[in-house]
């Protein structure tokens, strides 16, 4: 089993600053792609960025320029720093990775709980 454990969501004005973390643990082979998605009120679940295990990036269109994805393959750890925030990037924030685990053939798709971010004076 796989868990992926998100932090460090909150309240932040707006033009603030916010990094998530999100930790995979459990019985993992190895992972392949790492991300984060937010859902926002009435919206549904939108790509944020992602990060292959080799470090190649990609980003949507709204947060390019703002946010920046990272990983720390050693801690299974992926990291999304929030700069100049927006009212609009009010959602809540999950982590996603492709997992293989201990004795498995094929990547699985895992998911956090969420965090929240809140962006608002």
């Known amino acids: 089993q796989v868990q992926l454990m998100e932090s460090g969501g909150g309240l932040v004005q707006p033009g603030g600053s916010l990094r998530l973390s999100c930790a995979a643990s459990g019985s993992i082979f190895s992972i392949n792609a790492m991300g984060w998605y937010r859902q926002a009120p009435g919206k549904q679940r939108a790509l944020v960025a992602v990060i292959t295990s080799g470090g190649s990036t990609n980003y949507s269109g709204s947060v390019k320029g703002r946010f920046t994805i990272s990983r720390d393959n050693a801690k299974n750890t992926v990291y999304l720093q929030m700069n100049s925030l927006k009212p609009e990037d009010t959602a809540v924030y999950y982590c996603?990775?492709?997992?293989?685990?201990?004795?498995?053939?094929?990547?699985?798709?895992?998911w956090g709980q969420g965090t929240q971010v809140t962006v608002s004076s």
């Open positions: 996603n990775a492709g997992v293989v685990i201990q004795g498995g053939r094929y990547s699985q798709s895992y």
